[in-house]
């Protein structure tokens, strides 16, 4: 069964407008963790923002932000003032830890984001 | 500083031959992980590492074995290469911090793009 789930496969953004990518996700422990991950055209994995399922406030860095609403198991990104160079893949993932320490990252997906000039 | 560095970027190899990925990390992190890209993007663990020892692996074929020299070092080898492996694999590292969950950050490194002809 799909753990993390991206709707949006793709989305195109004009510049300087905000942008919400979707994330939903499946899981019955009560601790986990949940990530944003950025893939520009040139291949890296760069780490955005994270959030903890204990977290009571949504995590916010720089013009990210993720709001997340635990009840309805949602994590959605939020771009302010979005860039040229915010185009990219964005990837949400989940990390669980087992009983017995063991933790897993399980992505989501993608959504490909373009910004329009 | 690279924090996460993988060898070769590229690699590109016939059906049928032995390859290897070398992947070190110079954070001190205890965890170390192997994750496949395919063609659509879809990023999937393959192994974890905790301290040398084999934590996670995600029904990979044999042909794929792991080794970890030391915990800052994490190699991946393949044998006999199939078309279907052609993919770009990221190697990772972490420190997972139980107590506390925001310093649990996933470095990648920047990728091995390897083709199977």
């Known amino acids: 069964a799909q753990k993390i789930t991206q709707t949006q496969p793709g989305m195109f953004v004009q510049e300087k407008e905000a942008v919400t990518l979707d994330c939903t996700y499946d899981t019955s422990d009560q601790s986990y963790g949940l990530f944003w991950y950025k893939q520009p055209s040139s291949g890296e994995m760069i780490f955005l923002i994270y959030?903890?399922?204990?977290?009571?406030q949504n995590a916010t860095e720089g013009r990210y932000s993720l709001n997340f609403q635990k009840a309805r198991k949602s994590a959605n990104l939020v771009i302010s003032a979005s860039q040229l160079g915010d185009s990219a893949m964005y990837f949400c993932?989940?990390?669980?830890?087992?009983?017995?320490?063991?933790?897993?990252?399980?992505f989501g997906t993608g959504t490909r984001l373009t910004i329009i000039p | 500083d690279t924090a996460v560095s993988q060898t070769p970027k590229y690699l590109v190899t016939q059906m049928g031959n032995d390859k290897s990925i070398k992947c070190e990390q110079n954070l001190g992190h205890d965890t170390m992980y192997w994750y496949k890209q395919d063609s659509k993007k879809f990023l999937k663990i393959m192994f974890s590492?905790?301290?040398?020892?084999?934590?996670i692996n995600e029904t990979v074929p044999n042909r794929f074995s792991p080794k970890s020299p030391d915990k800052a070092h994490l190699n991946l080898h393949i044998n006999s290469l199939e078309l279907g492996d052609s993919a770009v694999y990221f190697c990772?590292?972490?420190?997972?911090?139980?107590?506390?969950?925001?310093?649990?950050?996933?470095?990648f490194g920047p990728g091995t793009r390897l083709t199977v002809t």
């Open positions: 993932a989940m990390r669980e830890i087992s009983n017995f320490g063991n933790e897993k990252l399980t």
């Open positions: 959030q903890g399922s204990y977290d009571e």
């Open positions: 590492y905790n301290n040398k020892e084999l934590i």
């Open positions: 990772a590292s972490s420190q997972l911090g139980l107590a506390d969950w925001s310093s649990y950050e996933q470095y």
